[in-house]
């Protein structure tokens, strides 16, 4: 069912903790503990190095890409406590960079490209900005959430714009209510309305009995229901659902025989990848029953040949 | 680099005191300071910052003051007890004026500590390095009370602050823990450490843990319940004089020498706050050893105050960041109340105490009037409170007593016990809330009870406000809390809290709050592409003691065997640390070299693949001989519907859904897309049976709904498009609602007529005739296509030959709004799925099939809009054909012909035309052909420069 597309041998000189395609699926961005971030192009089972974009003085922890509309954006975010976003213009250079923050960011989020070039990053510090363009001014504006989770924030996400809200414009989508969803060092995971400039707490999901490592947002095809996933340090996985966005139901998928470090929704919100500290990545489907079924288990060691690699 | 600095929020210095000792009273505004020749009073005040001493009294004496202590209760808090040499002088402030009352003399050697009883201000405990401690009762000081005997001599003597009676002595590397009410032997004897003890602080929360710091560096967390080894140990490099607990959480306060990284001569003067048995902040100020800290009595929970005084002849005062208390897992009352309700919070702290207290000079008027402002509220008695819980199943009433304002309290579930004791305040502010702390008996581990503390509080603190007693919720609130405590067997939470130990206690400073970096992850990208990285398989993870599973901060990078120690001047104890910049606040930042990042746990095995192959190691690069990370990309095609060449292939064609329908099954059935081929020839089918309706106009309205109520047209297709949502095949589905795109719901046609007779802004051109934009545009792209409008109405009356087909009553499905909204929601993703396969033009296709309901509230234009002024009768037309005359409004520049289709427009001088004859025109001119002089194409140019798409 899965077949190997390309392997990159990335060059990194250290471990990596990020990698990400951009919108059309032809660029791969990665980041690593070696400070850098190198963006390849990929084409039908070649690799070609376009940049190594070195201004990170830690390891950088998350890349990510800004919708195409935007032009091409990269943003990426560091133990160094900076956020970067990176530009095309002729070459890759630094479009702005992000201090705010007291401590390492852990993690980075393009918000739905609806609202406008919008990027959310959260800290160990336990703050979570929000940095919006405007382009009346040319300039990032921020707003923080502090003290967003005690001891510090690990992960964020957005929530789709596309909304089953009927006043809504199904093309544009641009009122539909921002929300965030964010995990920490509490064990909690929260969800944050926009109301009016602030952002507000909405809600809060208590389940995990230990750090909260990755929160993922499905996207959504208008259908009522929303989801979100988390994983944590207490290794187990949960599914959220609810149909208003207000009440929300647990479902633990699985616990794992070690910490889940991320969690990813496929674009079409129906299979969940699942991967953590036992270097394992395993794939997830919602059966008719509600139940979750692991479909396969990918990639048990990047060592072997894409020959070896199992036909899974 | 999380490990905070700050300084204090006040700082006095008294240079000719040479004091030795300081104490702060019970109502937390008036400081003592004792030394060799003076004996000074001095009043805390924030907003009076003169720095005045309100007292001084000479003393003469040959020692120094060892101890100076207020007595903590409120009838004894106008004692005072001086200790030097062997004596202890008790003081009595009266009338503005310090009086001994009586000297205390038993000791044979110099005291070392003194201690009042914590609710008795009668009793006082006094220890010495004769090896004695002598517990005397103040009315009759002659000698003392009762006396604990040791073999070595008393460095300290501490009351337990749950338990009255109890009380911790501390002998060279050992403590011994007492009940004075049988003083025969002590109760506990516990070897803590091998060198000298010089602090010993009992739990705020708990009856039966304790805190020591030693010369040997070491600070070590006690239970008396289990004296035999510590529950937790911190190990620094340095001597470390003072360890206390922080009143709220989890916290620690330390008085360490080397803490700062500092020269020598300043480190001294830092204090350490230990959270989770890391180093998180520093308060850096004073520039010799503090010799007293001591927390200000009194404070409101939100405002914490610690008062220092160090060598250096300072008295500092400081705040805890909130951050810090959050960390602690301390429970902060909400501040998002009304303001007003704030201050009296705070303010109450104060006046309540300074109010009864003549110890303050100034007149408190101020303060009373605010007092009797306080609301009173109906207040709940206490014996009302008692009586609540009375009735309350699972829990068994210790033991009540009205006279101490406490009781006692049992409670068991899931084999949890948790004794507690509630001592409710003495002032009937209904902001403080009572005061829990555990007793012996409770096997809940400490770091839940925190948690469970917090919980409780939070309770407390809303039913104080709402007015109601809060007893009986706090109680409930503890119930339902220790039930989610996860029940273990007892040897899981054995090894479990063995690896929270070995954790804590090496966790490097910095890092602690940072997750453990991933080396694993697995994105889904694109459509349907899965991005893989994770370690190589010959990494294995170096196996640390007592722990299984992966770490989760990443602190334990420093756990790496043979190279803790050095101290922590830099994050990571082994970390090659870089120059680099300094952020705001002026600290430099380290940063981990990467071979002894995250590398370092992992290591490689070496042994595999040097026999593999061998020689080949030192060319591999710097991952200690080991391919470079890799990245796999897996297409997962084939668990998505979705396919890319269906959708190149996929005919749109709305206006004849039978067509489209029956194309599409033949293209889907060539792609072997079998399933879908069938679902398009049902739905061939359906349109087929929609369209069949005979054409004859005078059959009965009857028949005419015949079809679009059969379960074969209108409710298969829902049911279909329904089918594939849910089945995530947005493609099929999305491709479904595009052939029945008129579907219709209710309010649509009124929705139109509103559209086409609404008035736009008011800001228009003058002359503009530009053909409206497309509502693509209001996505934010300016797409290359620009149609006339979305609105099927305008489009009738422009070309009514052509649209019989195209708006056919008959083809109506009534649905509702929300089937509309989801359906156009579907095409929408869709759209996105064919952006992402770079398919532009499916993608405009689709898009246009979206329709936008305005009826509710117009959106707001943005940009330039276009109005036509109708050849014919001269009225502003915003649309194609003029409402007035009926004819097409705009005529052609070049022909003279009214003008159907692409229409273009010079934005300065508003003349218009064909698009493909202006285009011919402009080739060869660049004048207006309507020869008003007008440079159209530089003119115009400039013009929409300054225009913004959004």
Not at chain 2, 870 to 880: F, K, L, P, T
Request: with cysteine; charged share 20%.
């Amino acid at each position: 069912m899965i077949t190997v597309l390309n392997t990159i041998d990335t060059g990194h000189e250290d471990m990596i903790h990020d990698a990400e395609l951009d919108y059309y699926g032809l660029r791969l961005a990665t980041c690593s503990s070696d400070n850098s971030v190198k963006i390849y192009d990929i084409k039908s089972g070649t690799q070609t190095l376009v940049v190594d974009l070195k201004g990170h003085f830690g390891p950088v922890w998350q890349v990510a890409w800004a919708h195409p509309k935007f032009g091409n954006l990269l943003a990426s975010c560091s133990y160094d406590r900076k956020v970067i976003i990176w530009k095309e213009t002729v070459e890759w250079s630094k479009l702005y960079e992000y201090t705010g923050h007291e401590s390492s960011v852990n993690s980075v989020a393009w918000a739905p490209a609806e609202y406008g070039l919008m990027l959310a990053c959260c800290s160990s510090d336990g703050a979570i900005s929000i940095l919006t363009y405007n382009q009346d001014g040319g300039n990032w504006e921020t707003k923080k959430i502090p003290g967003a989770h005690a001891i510090g924030c690990n992960s964020i996400s957005w929530c789709p714009a596309i909304s089953a809200d009927l006043n809504l414009d199904p093309l544009s989508n641009r009122e539909a209510p921002k929300r965030l969803v964010s995990g920490g060092c509490d064990n909690l995971i929260k969800i944050w309305r926009e109301q009016g400039d602030q952002w507000v707490e909405e809600n809060r999901l208590e389940m995990h009995m230990d750090w909260v490592r990755d929160v993922a947002w499905a996207p959504s095809l208008g259908l009522q229901r929303s989801m979100i996933a988390s994983c944590s340090q207490d290794k187990r996985v949960v599914i959220w659902t609810s149909d208003d966005n207000v009440s929300w139901n647990p479902t633990l998928l699985q616990t794992f025989d070690d910490v889940v470090w991320s969690v990813s929704w496929s674009l079409t919100g129906n299979i969940l990848a699942v991967s953590g500290g036992d270097n394992k990545v395993s794939l997830w489907r919602e059966g008719s029953d509600g139940q979750w079924v692991c479909i396969s288990e990918v990639a048990k060691g990047l060592g072997q040949t894409p020959s070896e690699e199992r036909a899974l | 680099m999380s490990v905070h600095w700050s300084s204090e929020i006040m700082k006095w210095e008294y240079r000719d005191m040479q004091a030795t000792a300081m104490s702060v009273d019970y109502s937390g505004n008036n400081v003592m300071l004792a030394g060799r020749r003076w004996l000074a009073i001095k009043q805390l005040n924030l907003e009076d910052d003169s720095g005045d001493i309100i007292k001084k009294y000479p003393r003469h004496s040959k020692y120094d003051a060892t101890g100076a202590e207020w007595c903590q209760s409120e009838q004894g808090q106008k004692l005072c007890a001086i200790a030097s040499n062997q004596r202890v002088d008790v003081y009595e402030w009266r009338d503005n004026d310090l009086i001994c009352t009586t000297s205390l003399r038993a000791h044979t050697r110099a005291v070392s500590d003194t201690h009042f009883h914590r609710q008795d201000h009668n009793i006082i405990a006094t220890c010495s390095v004769d090896t004695f401690t002598h517990i005397w009762d103040l009315r009759d000081s002659r000698k003392p009370m009762l006396s604990l005997c040791a073999v070595a001599g008393a460095s300290q003597v501490q009351w337990n602050k749950v338990a009255s009676h109890i009380v911790a002595t501390a002998h060279d590397g050992d403590i011994k823990i007492w009940d004075y009410r049988s003083s025969r032997s002590p109760l506990h004897y516990i070897s803590a450490h091998l060198c000298k003890i010089h602090g010993v602080d009992w739990s705020p929360h708990h009856e039966y843990q304790f805190v020591t710091s030693s010369h040997d560096g070491s600070i070590k967390y006690f239970d008396i319940n289990n004296p035999r080894r510590p529950e937790n140990t911190i190990m620094t490099n340095f001597p470390v004089w003072r360890a206390i607990y922080t009143p709220f959480g989890s916290g620690l306060l330390t008085i360490g020498v080397g803490w700062g990284g500092l020269p020598r001569a300043e480190q001294a003067g830092v204090i350490g706050i230990w959270v989770g048995g890391t180093l998180t902040q520093r308060l850096v100020g004073h520039t010799d050893t503090v010799q007293t800290m001591v927390w200000r009595p009194n404070t409101s929970p939100l405002n914490y105050q610690l008062v220092t005084w160090a060598r250096d002849q300072t008295l500092r005062l400081w705040t805890m960041p909130q951050s810090l208390l959050k960390m602690c897992n301390h429970y902060l009352p909400e501040e998002n109340g009304d303001d007003d309700d704030n201050i009296s919070d705070t303010d109450s702290y104060a006046s309540t105490v300074s109010s009864i207290n003549d110890l303050t000079l100034n007149d408190s008027k101020g303060q009373d009037i605010k007092l009797d402002k306080l609301p009173h509220k109906m207040q709940v008695t206490l014996n009302e409170e008692f009586d609540s819980i009375r009735e309350m199943a699972n829990i068994v009433l210790l033991e009540v007593n009205v006279e101490t304002r406490t009781c006692k309290i049992n409670l068991e579930r899931n084999s949890y016990v948790a004794n507690i004791q509630v001592k409710f305040p003495n002032s009937h502010s209904e902001h403080i809330i009572p005061k829990f702390s555990f007793l012996s008996g409770t096997n809940i581990d400490s770091a839940t009870t925190i948690k469970l503390l917090q919980a409780i509080n939070r309770t407390a603190y809303r039913k104080k406000k709402e007015g109601h007693r809060c007893l009986l919720y706090c109680l409930k609130t503890m119930a339902t809390f220790i039930d989610e405590i996860p029940v273990k067997c007892s040897e899981d939470a054995e090894s479990l809290k063995s690896s929270q130990r070995s954790q804590s206690e090496s966790e490097s400073a910095g890092d602690a709050c940072i997750p453990f970096p991933r080396t694993c992850g697995a994105k889904w990208c694109g459509v349907s592409t899965l991005v893989v990285f994770n370690r190589p398989p010959n990494a294995r993870r170096l196996s640390l003691k007592h722990e299984s599973g992966t770490p989760r901060s990443m602190s334990s990078l420093s756990l790496i065997p043979g190279i803790f120690g050095s101290g922590y001047g830099s994050i990571s104890p082994h970390a090659t640390t870089t120059p680099s910049p300094t952020n705001a606040s002026g600290f430099p930042l380290h940063y981990r070299h990467p071979s002894n990042s995250i590398t370092t746990f992992y290591f490689q095995d070496r042994w595999k693949t040097q026999s593999r192959r061998t020689g080949s190691l030192r060319s591999r690069g710097s991952i200690s001989g080991c391919v470079a990370p890799r990245v796999i990309l897996y297409a997962a095609t084939h668990l998505f519907p979705l396919s890319r060449i269906l959708a190149e292939k996929y005919v749109i064609d709305a206006d004849n859904p039978i067509v489209m329908c029956e194309r599409n099954a033949v293209v889907a059935a060539e792609e072997g897309a079998n399933g879908h081929a069938r679902a398009w020839a049902l739905a061939a089918l359906a349109a087929r049976a929609l369209r069949s309706r005979p054409l004859d106009q005078h059959i009965s309205s009857e028949e005419k709904v015949g079809w679009v109520r059969h379960p074969l047209s209108c409710p298969l297709l829902q049911s279909l498009i329904t089918h594939y949502a849910k089945a995530a095949d947005v493609q099929m589905a999305a491709m479904l609602v595009c052939a029945f795109s008129v579907f219709k719901d209710n309010n649509n046609s009124s929705a139109q007529s509103t559209t086409s007779t609404s008035s736009f802004g008011d800001v228009t051109l003058p002359y503009s005739t530009m053909p409206q934009l497309s509502e693509i545009s209001a996505d934010g792209w300016t797409l290359p296509v620009i149609h006339r409008s979305n609105s099927y109405s305008e489009a009738d009356n422009l070309t009514s030959d052509s649209t019989l087909s195209k708006f056919e009553p008959l083809l109506t499905c009534v649905l509702d709004e929300g089937t509309m909204h989801l359906y156009h929601c579907f095409k929408r993703v869709y759209a996105d799925i064919l952006h992402r396969w770079q398919l532009l033009y499916v993608r405009t296709e689709v898009l246009k099939l979206i329709t936008v309901k305005y009826e509710k509230h117009p959106p707001k234009h943005i940009g330039p809009e276009v109005a036509t002024e109708c050849y014919y009768c001269r009225a502003i037309v915003r649309g194609a054909a003029c409402p007035n005359c009926q004819r097409i409004a705009l005529r052609c520049v070049v022909c003279a012909v009214g003008v159907h289709g692409l229409a273009c427009a010079c934005a300065v001088c508003g003349h218009a035309g064909h698009a493909s004859h202006m285009l011919n025109w402009f080739t060869r001119h660049d004048t207006c052909p309507a020869g008003c002089g007008c440079k159209c194409l530089i003119e115009a140019n400039s013009m929409w420069k300054t225009v913004k798409f959004v």
